[in-house]
């Protein structure tokens, strides 16, 4: 059972325009949503998170969006940059302290 | 560095045998995750300690097992290995701050040959 789930395992977007990661979950009881960048062969990295009573939060050139009606949230990167390409994982931490994280989306950005 | 270390880093070992994963969190963090991480998967969550006590439960085999240290430290016990086991293992540390931000380590890369 996918309680947190990203549909698109990959998004090729251009420098300098906006990169779009979407993930949407299953349980309404999901206290914090996060997420984490990981390059390969390093371990996942904290990005950014939201808490369920708010629906966006930003930290510079990143954005998340919640829409708790749609048990959906998605990252805004922009503008994107080289260094962005990287896979990306939403996660969502439950009342029970487990941190759930999605399959990931792997994001190219090319000049 | 996030201040997570585990060991080792590389591990190729033979079906049917055991292993043990170490983790150490960062200082002061109380909670540890294991996570698995297959090709091309997600990460799926395999179990959680908090300050020495089992905490939150995942996909985790009856062959694998956990424990938290009174120093706080982890370790993932792997046994009668077999091929599809092959993965890496993270392993996560977080404080008690509610948000869930935990810090990973540089995982440990099992092969089972």
């Known amino acids: 059972d996918q309680q947190v789930k990203q549909n698109s395992p990959s998004l090729s977007v251009q420098e300098g325009r906006i990169s779009i990661l979407n993930c949407d979950y299953t349980n309404s009881m999901f206290d914090y949503f996060l997420w984490y960048k990981k390059y390969p062969a390093e371990g996942p990295t904290f990005l950014i998170s939201?808490?369920?009573?708010?629906d966006k939060n930003e930290d510079g050139r990143f954005t998340v969006f919640l829409n708790k009606s749609a048990k959906h949230l998605s990252l805004h990167i922009v503008p994107s940059q080289p260094g962005d390409s990287a896979v990306y994982f939403c996660a969502a931490l439950s009342n029970t302290d487990k941190l759930i994280f999605g399959t990931g989306t792997r994001l190219q950005v090319f000049p | 560095d996030s201040g997570v270390t585990q060991t080792p880093k590389h591990l190729i070992t033979a079906t049917g045998q055991r292993v043990t994963l170490r983790c150490s969190p960062r200082?002061?963090?109380?909670?540890v995750y294991w996570y698995q991480q297959s090709l091309d998967q997600g990460l799926q969550f395999l179990i959680q300690?908090?300050?020495?006590?089992?905490?939150a439960k995942g996909n985790i085999l009856e062959r694998f097992s956990a424990q938290q240290f009174p120093d706080l430290h982890s370790e993932l016990n792997l046994s009668s290995l077999e091929l599809g086991d092959s993965a890496l293992y993270f392993c996560?540390?977080?404080?008690?701050?509610?948000?869930?931000?935990?810090?990973f380590g540089q995982g440990t890369r099992l092969t089972v040959v």
């Open positions: 200082s002061g963090d109380l909670s």
């Open positions: 939201i808490s369920s009573i708010k």
């Open positions: 300690y908090y300050n020495g006590e089992e905490r």
């Open positions: 996560a540390s977080s404080g008690n701050t509610g948000a869930g931000e935990a810090f």
